[in-house]
C-alpha cells in the first residue's frame, strides 16, 4: 500500500520491498487494479542486506515489524534506510519508543532532523502464528527523518533538531 500510494502522489520510480512472497503478489495485484500501470516495482529481498547496495534513492517509506517479538527490530530497518543515504525516511513506530528513535536518529545515525508528524491508532489484526490476541490496538508515531544529503536550509547542520508535535 505504501508503494502504490507513493506512485499515486507522483514518484517517478518506487521500489516495494518485502520478505513475504504473498504480500508481494498481493501487492502486485493491487497495482494491477489501476487502468494506467504504476511505475512500481516490486523486489523480493531480506532488507538486512540492503546496506551493501548501491542504490540511488531520495525517499525511503516504511512500516517496518515494530520490534515486539524481535526486539529492535524496527531500529535495525530504521539503520538500514539510513544507510541508503536518502534525504529523507518516513517510518512508522510504537508511540512508547518514541525517546529511544529520537535518540538513535540523532546520535547513532546522524539524522538533521527527527520529527513525529502524526500520532496514529493501529488496529493490528492477529496475522502471525504468535498473535495471542485477535487484534491489539497499538499507538503508532509517523515519523519523517532528514539526513544531511536533504540540504535542509533552515536547519543548523552543526547540531542535531529535535521536533515533535502532540497530538489530541
Not at 531520495?58 to 530497518?77: L, R, Y
Request: with cysteine; glycine share 4%; aromatic share 6%.
Amino acid at each position: 500500500m505504501l508503494a502504490i500510494g507513493a506512485a499515486l502522489l507522483g514518484s517517478p520510480h518506487v521500489i516495494g520491498m518485502d520478505v513475504d512472497t504473498d504480500a508481494l503478489e498481493q501487492a502486485q495485484s493491487n497495482c494491477e487494479q489501476f487502468e494506467d500501470p504504476l511505475p512500481v516495482d516490486f523486489v523480493l529481498c531480506d532488507v538486512a542486506h540492503l546496506h551493501h547496495q548501491r542504490l540511488q534513492i531520495d525517499t525511503v517509506i516504511m512500516n517496518p515489524p515494530f520490534g515486539t517479538k524481535c526486539k529492535g527490530a524496527d531500529m535495525q530497518f530504521l539503520r538500514v534506510a539510513c544507510s541508503l543515504q536518502p534525504q529523507q525516511v518516513y517510518s512508522l513506530h510504537k508511540s512508547s519508543t518514541r525517546s529511544h528513535v529520537q535518540k538513535v536518529a540523532l546520535k547513532e545515525l546522524g539524522c538533521m532532523s527527527a520529527e513525529v508528524l502524526a500520532e496514529l491508532r493501529y488496529n493490528l489484526p492477529a496475522t502471525m502464528r504468535f498473535h495471542k490476541q485477535s487484534s491489539v490496538d497499538i499507538e503508532v508515531d509517523l515519523w519523517r527523518f532528514v539526513l544531511p544529503a536533504a540540504g535542509a536550509t533552515d536547519i543548523d547542520a552543526s547540531k542535531p533538531h529535535i521536533e515533535t508535535e502532540e497530538g489530541d
